[in-house]
């Protein structure tokens, strides 16, 4: 990761494209890209493994266990000394089911099985989401769950 001071001169300023969650911020930008901007509790944690790095890291863990995550393109320091970081990536097209739920929600009881399915799954190849609720999972337009805000998930198992 290279440090970017330049990127934005305060990323946590809050713009209508922008919403910010315990210390993470997500902003749209122009070309369809979304960032992500962490800023740690703790600096001495993120300090030698950035929070953007770990989010772009459990991305490809999750895609080799077949499970479709945003694709990344690029994760850079913000401010090193403060160890805010971001990561730059195509969100995944869908809806989240917590949408489904509220405007569909004869669609989201049918997917519940499957839904099941897939959590057992995670579970059982030692994935665990702390996160994991009906606003971060995706239904994508061509079958299947994608997931988001994948920050705090562990991988119980090796490889």
Sequence with gaps: MCKIAHLVRDPFTRTRNSAISFGLLWRTL???FFSA????CRLWIARPRPAGQR???????????????PEISEC?????EQAVSVCLYSPLTGGSL?????????????????????IHSLHRRG?????????NILQLPEGGFGLINFLDIRFKRDR
């Design 30 to 32: 122009s070309n369809r």
């Design 37 to 40: 901007f962490f800023r740690p």
């Design 55 to 69: 989010f772009a890291s459990n991305g490809e863990r999750l895609n080799e266990c077949q499970i479709a995550p």
């Design 76 to 80: 850079l320091w913000v401010n090193r």
């Design 98 to 118: 917590d949408q489904l739920y509220h405007q569909q929600r004869q669609q989201f009881d049918e997917l519940l099985p499957a839904l099941a399915e897939v």
């Design 127 to 135: 994935i665990y989401f702390r996160s994991l609720h009906q606003g």
